[in-house]
DNA sequence: AAATAGGACAACCGCAATTGC
DNA sequence: GGCAATTGCGGTTGTCCTATT
């Protein structure tokens, strides 16, 4: 025997939302709020529907300063960029993008933007590759990441793999060559993207009912240790900001910040890689990601 | 013009987490 | 601490619309 279900199936409404059930729920709610009893709201506001239901139409549709549709390069890139971080963590990501909600983002990406990923793929088993805009770093990111060197390379309509076989594999374009690590880190963006951190962490004791993809943890502090890594340090006694989870290496002006309102979350997600000292290659340009060969990948210049 | 296949998006479902008693 | 109610989340399904045959 299971739960009781939360409502009476037989007696509300279910489907698309009329205009006029919007009009009473967007009504009632800028009137009396949400009361905090999504269960009984629809009762108090006179619509035969779930409460859950209500709570959806709200949250997806009706509430303020929801954007829809037409999502932009940047958008793209952030989407792109947390969910090969930390999966499908819809809500997260949500709160990245102010006015998108994870139901968006999450049909966004089942539909079009796993798609674009999947034809770049694709087309990447060719010797020739197009590289969309949509792995530039955001440019929300620190400014070494969106340096005039990783725009070049990133922003040039090809990237022609030397060869794919050899151990330390070289990308030219037309005006400069970069080297990359045996596991090279753009490979590992897009392995990351394909195949996402699945791992689920309670809060409570820090323990992981699944394995995370490997050397996830270690890979994303490496990560976050080298956005911002552009001449200044961070001395032990110095008061880091929110966002910053990495070594002592940084130029103070260029951590890179996840938006505080999750920065809990983010940090839970990252803080079983505690810090060892040597977690960061100064002056170098990272991109994405990293392995972990740390003295061997990820920076070129 | 009709049938149908596919895409886009809204909505639902079930489960886990949280909250309150 | 235990239990039930509620909320939040992510996966999945349903429906509508458009493009193609």
Redesign the pocket.
Known sequence: M?????CD?NN??????SPEEDAKLKEFIDKYG????????PQKAGLK?????C???W???LRPNIK??DFSDEEDRIICSLYANI????????AQLPGRT???I???W???LK?KLMGFIHTSSNQRIKSPNLFLPPTTFPPQIQSQAISNIFKDDYLEPISSLQPNFMYHNNNMNFQLGTNNQYSYFLESLMNPMQA?C???DGSC?QIPRSNFEETQKFTLDNYGNNGGTWADHDQKPDGYFGNNHQNHSSQFQYDTSNIEEVKELISSSSSNGNGCNNNNNMLFFSDENKANIGYWG
């Open positions: 299971g739960r009781a279900p939360c199936k509300v409404k279910r489907g698309p939302w949400t009361g905090g009893n999504w269960i009984a709201l529907r779930c409460g859950k239901s709570r959806l139409r949250l997806n549709y829809h549709g999966g499908s963590r819809w809500s997260i990501i949500a994870d139901n968006d999450k049909n966004y089942n539909t079009k798609k689920s309670s809060s409570s009912s």
